[in-house]
């Protein structure tokens, strides 16, 4: 699952940073399920678009194996509630201090999106994915 919350439109996001989400996505073995407001002609196959998902329905499905979120309370608290790892790419706000927090906690691992690249996103997703923390 892939969600920046309802604040975060991507929209208003650098082409070049949503660019690099597709392509990262696009080199992952897993299905994606994407929030977000703005239909997207370039998406891989293994991408699902929507406007609105049920987050708490998806988080508890046994098929979910990450949750990349931008950090907000809401979003770490259902993740952990549910016992899906946390990818987080804090943005703003109290996402910076609630990832410091899931990593240290051992739930999460966390990478900045003003240096994200296709690698290391999916380097990170994998990690997530395939340890037993």
């Known amino acids: 699952l ?20 597709i392509g990262a996505f696009r080199k992952l073995k897993q299905k994606v ?49 549910h016992g899906v790892p946390l990818v987080a790419i804090p943005l703003f706000a109290d996402q910076y201090l609630n990832v410091q927090k899931a990593v240290a906690a051992g739930y999460a691992e966390t990478i900045e999106f003003s240096n994200i690249t296709e690698d290391s996103l999916v380097g990170v997703i994998n990690r997530v994915t395939r340890e037993k923390k």
Request: glycine share 6%; charged share 20%.
């Open 33 to 81: 399920l994407w929030k977000s407001e703005m239909e997207m002609s370039d998406l891989p196959a293994n991408v699902k678009l929507s406007k609105w998902l049920p987050q708490q329905d998806v988080l508890a499905h046994k098929n979910i194996k990450a949750f990349v979120t931008h950090g907000g309370l809401g979003s770490v608290t259902e993740a952990v509630y």
């Open 2 to 21: 892939f969600s920046f919350g309802s604040t975060v439109q991507v929209s208003h996001m650098p082409e070049k940073h949503r660019k690099t989400l």
